[in-house]
């Protein structure tokens, strides 16, 4: 088993709707979680980090955590087309320095239709 | 403002040649990396340097040579290039500041390699 799975997509769907993202973990030792953005022919970018279970709020963005579950979820408020991006969990254990790793999920791409 | 710049942006080998890919970024991060993202895969860590003058093996290190040129500059050469190692490659750099999930990595925009 992968230490992290995320719902493969293609995921596509109409402007305004609430998008779910998901992932589940297997490491008991990931304790801080990350969401990265992804457009096409870009490098990532860093939309939301977390490291405590519930919820975090920013903007049309929530992250949530249910760490008794080894379950992340991305919220998607009022989707919009420049929402359409490829999004990428990612989680860590926490180290500092540079030998921290971050583990990735495989990615879902998401395409907001106007 | 450039960030991290990948050279080249595309590049076509046959099997068995060589190449290095090249990054470079200025934003006087300490630690730097390599990844590679396949369909299906994800991204996976290559190899990685905490600093100047220090690399080590990431998930998929096999087939790879890494440089660390200085503080800037981090390459990563392939010496007999294989099609399996037909992908997107990708260097990131962060600074030293706080956890790694705060602290985040910034990527370059891609080298698209494919070996024939």
């Known amino acids: 088993q992968k230490e992290v799975e995320q719902d493969p997509g293609p995921l596509s769907v109409p402007e305004g709707a609430i998008v779910s993202l998901n992932c589940t973990y297997s490491?008991?030792?990931?304790?801080?979680f990350m969401w990265y953005r992804q457009y096409s022919r870009k490098g990532p970018e860093l939309l939301m980090y977390t490291y405590s279970s519930g919820n975090k709020e920013d903007g049309r963005f929530t992250a949530q955590v249910d760490k008794s579950s080894k379950y992340i979820s991305l919220f998607i408020r009022d989707s919009q087309p420049s929402d359409s991006a490829t999004y990428l969990c990612?989680?860590?254990?926490?180290?500092?320095?540079?030998?921290?790793?971050?583990?990735f999920g495989k990615g879902i791409t998401l395409s907001v239709r106007p | 403002n450039a960030g991290v710049t990948q050279t080249p942006k595309f590049q076509v080998l046959k099997t068995g040649q060589s190449m290095t890919l090249q990054c470079a970024q200025d934003?006087?991060?300490?630690?730097m990396y390599w990844y590679r993202q396949d369909p299906g895969m994800g991204l996976r860590l290559i190899y990685y340097?905490?600093?100047?003058?220090?690399?080590d093996k990431g998930e998929v290190p096999n087939g790879y040579n890494v440089s660390r040129l200085n503080k800037r500059e981090f390459s990563l050469r392939l010496e007999s290039a294989a099609p399996s190692q037909t992908s997107v490659y990708f260097c990131?750099?962060?600074?030293?500041?706080?956890?790694?999930?705060?602290?985040?990595?910034?990527f370059g925009n891609g080298t698209r390699l494919t070996v024939t």
């Open positions: 490491n008991s030792a990931f304790q801080y």
């Open positions: 934003m006087n991060h300490n630690s």
């Open positions: 990612a989680m860590t254990s926490p180290y500092t320095g540079a030998n921290s790793k971050l583990t």
């Open positions: 990131a750099s962060r600074g030293d500041r706080g956890w790694i999930y705060n602290s985040p990595l910034h």
């Open positions: 340097s905490a600093s100047e003058g220090t690399t």
